[in-house]
């Protein structure tokens, strides 16, 4: 069974850091392209970041850089968001999400999502 088991998240006070940790099994992890994603309140689901199975970085949101970095550890299966400088808008639920080998395409498989929220 295919799972994307996510930790991390909660409440921060803007300025604050957190890191969301998500965990794969059941699938070829380094053969797959992991892609974090966002979806605050009221609003349409964005890409944050993404981390291709060659390690390359594929930055989506424009309002992250130098604030978000994404990490993978392929002998963990897991892949890390690492979030400093938090801000009032960065809040929403993250949710990550595996692609084979694009970070552009083909999402098949999801985490539950985690709660980010930042408070002023």
């Known amino acids: 069974e295919v799972e994307l088991v996510q930790s991390g998240g909660g409440l921060v006070q803007a300025g604050g850091s957190l890191k969301l940790t998500c965990a794969g099994s059941?699938?070829?992890?380094?053969?797959?392209?992991i892609g974090w994603f966002r979806q605050a309140p009221g609003k349409e689901r964005e890409g944050v970041l993404c981390?291709?199975?060659?390690?390359?970085?594929?930055e989506f949101a424009d309002s992250v850089k130098g604030r978000f970095t994404i990490s993978r550890d392929n002998a963990k299966t897991t892949t890390y968001l690492t979030m400093i400088n938090l801000q009032i808008e960065d809040t929403g639920v993250y949710y990550c999400?595996?692609?084979?080998?694009?970070?552009?395409?083909?999402?098949?498989?999801w985490g539950q999502g985690t709660q980010v929220t930042v408070s002023s």
């Open positions: 981390i291709s199975n060659s390690d390359g970085i594929i």
């Open positions: 999400a595996a692609a084979p080998g694009s970070c552009y395409e083909g999402y098949g498989f």
């Open positions: 059941g699938f070829t992890f380094h053969d797959y392209a």
